[in-house]
Nanobody, 119 residues
Framework: EAHLVESGGGSVQPGGSLKLSCATS????????MTWVRQFPGKGLEWVSS????????TYAEAVQGRFTISRDNALNTVYLQMNELKSEDTALYYC????????????RGQGTQVTVSS
């Protein structure tokens, strides 16, 4: 059974940075693309970024392009999301999902980590 645990969220001021981590177990990490999604209060999931299994291709939502960077360490079965130049509109609950962008809403995911951007 896939197990994903997100961490690294917190409260930061606008313009600040955070690095989210997602530690995984229970499946062969190197076989899967991985995805980050976020959920605003009272809203559905929004795709943020995806990375292919070997890390050779990375894609980003327009809202985060140039500010966020997705990466993975296949030796540690972990995927990361470096978030720079944070804005108040980035405030959300962030989840990592096993699978590509197409699995954003139904792929296995963790419990999420809260990111709050506020002055």
């Amino acid at each position: 059974e896939a197990h994903l645990v997100e961490s690294g969220g917190g409260s930061v001021q606008p313009g600040g940075s955070l690095k989210l981590s997602c530690a995984t177990s229970g499946f062969i990490f190197t076989m899967y693309s991985m995805t980050w999604v976020r959920q605003f209060p009272g809203k559905g999931l929004e795709w943020v970024s995806s990375i292919t299994s070997a890390g050779e291709s990375k894609t980003y939502a327009e809202a985060v392009q140039g500010r966020f960077t997705i990466s993975r360490d296949n030796a540690l079965n972990t995927v990361y999301l470096q978030m720079n130049e944070l804005k108040s509109e980035d405030t959300a609950l962030y989840y990592c999902v096993r699978g590509p962008r197409s699995r954003s809403s139904d792929g296995p995911r963790g419990q999420g980590t809260q990111v709050t951007v506020s002055s």
